[in-house]
């Protein structure tokens, strides 16, 4: 079930990158939905099943860019694995304490990428600081609106269910 | 399964995906997991690009509907003039063969083009791309990629009816380029930026006259890309090093604006080259 879920995420995290680059060109440049899926998951604390998600996601975003293929494989799989130790430390609930782990973890992944391209390419393009920081903080930003979304939703969830818990006993 | 486990898997995994991407080299490969990915995110990058395209559609017809008239007569008198200069063009490529045939002058093929739409185009951030859909026939590795207005770049990677195309203004990329005005060539490569300075054009020498608003077209020299296609205008020429111009091009084609672009059917070198390297055609 939860492999399903997380086919679903990643799938999502696609549709929704596809969907941002056909009304936005500089999408991509701006937000890697990809790694805020790795991220939240990668909050739950499981580090094998974060490093596995973070290896997926990453080459799935290696199929759409022109580098090296395995560059975000590489890359996400060290912030998948980081931010599932990070959590098993660290007790991470407020939306800010996200914003400033998803952003922390987009910087990571780009100084990552940036250091690969270095070593593997001879004379590689690489991105401006001011866009390494634009994407670390929409990346935070969005990990912690879907954080904040997802646990809204899971608390009127268990609310209804209680309530019918209630009302069964009543009945 | 616990930690100290899991941090041996860790390690087993990027050691392996380092060695992966050693191999590699930097280039842009083919892979089985990439084409794997390309099969995988096609059909969903497809599906997304058909919704603007079929709401703009049918905008357009709305709009259309009302010109329709006007753009019929419009189109009628350029067919007529066309026609004419067809007749002369035709006289001139007559002319053209016999000469050739007189001094033994083989002319390259010109290649057969088809069009095939564009489901996902990145071309602002730093690992640009752009992904094609190709329909019942594959892509081939290294086919040229144009627009109506000029190069759009290469396949590197094709996978069923998908086919990734590394773009011209790519840091990776290089084309054998050539100055319309005077034949000077020399090496088009990607600039690392957006709009003027996109594009770079390398070994110029210094001697060579070189003006902002020259045109440059593919040389036909890199064995990949036929010669004659635009790749983009002089924005900036610049004394860059001792030997060398250091010369900025503003790109022919609008990246932005691509839904639909044409593989072109060249291959420039014979099988017998490709196999042997250049000894192997004598």
């Known amino acids: 079930m939860d492999t399903l879920k997380l086919i679903a995420a990643i799938a999502l995290a696609a549709l929704v990158h596809f969907v941002g680059m056909s009304l936005w060109p500089g999408f991509a440049r701006s937000v890697d939905v990809f790694l805020v899926v790795v991220v939240l998951h990668g909050l739950g604390g499981n580090s094998m099943s974060a490093l596995v998600v973070g290896l997926v996601a990453g080459l799935l975003q290696d199929t759409l860019t022109s580098g090296p293929f395995g560059l975000f494989g590489f890359a996400d799989t060290i912030v998948g694995y980081i931010t599932a130790r990070l959590a098993q430390r660290l007790v991470i609930q407020r939306p800010t304490g996200v914003l400033a782990v998803v952003g922390f973890a987009s910087a990571l992944q780009q100084a990552v990428a940036v250091v690969l391209t270095l070593v593997l390419l001879p004379s590689p393009e690489l991105p401006s600081p001011l866009w390494v920081a634009v994407r670390a903080g929409a990346c935070g930003i969005l990990g912690m609106a879907i954080y904040v979304a997802m646990s809204n939703w899971r608390r009127s969830s268990e609310a209804r269910r209680r309530g019918r818990m209630n009302r069964l006993r009543m009945g | ?282």
Do not use: C
């Open chain 2, 1 to 282: 399964m616990n930690e100290r486990r899991t941090g041996w898997v860790l390690i087993v995994v990027l050691v392996g995906q380092l060695v992966f991407l050693a191999i590699q080299g930097g280039r842009a490969g083919e892979t089985r997991a990439e084409k794997l990915g390309l099969r995988l995110l096609g059909p969903l990058a497809r599906a997304v690009a058909a919704i603007p395209r079929s709401v703009a559609d049918a905008r357009q017809d709305m709009k259309l509907r009302n010109s329709l008239m006007d753009e019929n007569r419009h189109l009628k008198r350029e067919v007529e003039s066309l026609r004419l200069r067809l007749l002369r063009l035709s006289d001139v490529q007559g002319e053209m063969l016999r000469l050739g045939d007189a001094v033994r002058y083989g002319t390259p093929p010109a290649g057969q083009i088809r069009a095939v739409d564009v489901v996902y185009v990145d071309y602002a951030s730093w690992l640009r791309s752009l992904v094609v859909y190709t329909g019942n026939v594959p892509a081939r590795k290294n086919q040229p990629v144009l627009s109506a207005d000029g190069l759009v770049g290469r396949v590197v990677t094709f996978s069923g009816a998908y086919a990734k195309v590394q773009l011209v203004t790519d840091r990776a990329a290089g084309v054998g380029g050539m100055i319309l005005r005077n034949r000077r060539q020399g090496v088009v490569r990607g600039g690392g930026g957006r709009g003027s300075s996109a594009l770079e054009l390398d070994y110029v020498p210094l001697q060579a006259d070189v003006r902002e608003g020259d045109q440059v077209l593919t040389a036909g020299i890199d064995g990949v890309y036929p010669r004659g296609i635009p790749v983009g205008t002089i924005v900036k020429v610049e004394g860059g090093g001792q030997l060398f111009h250091k010369i900025q091009l503003a790109p022919a084609v609008d990246f932005g604006a691509l839904d639909q672009v044409y593989l072109l059917d060249y291959d420039a070198l014979s099988p017998a080259m490709k196999e042997n390297g250049p000894r192997g055609h004598s």
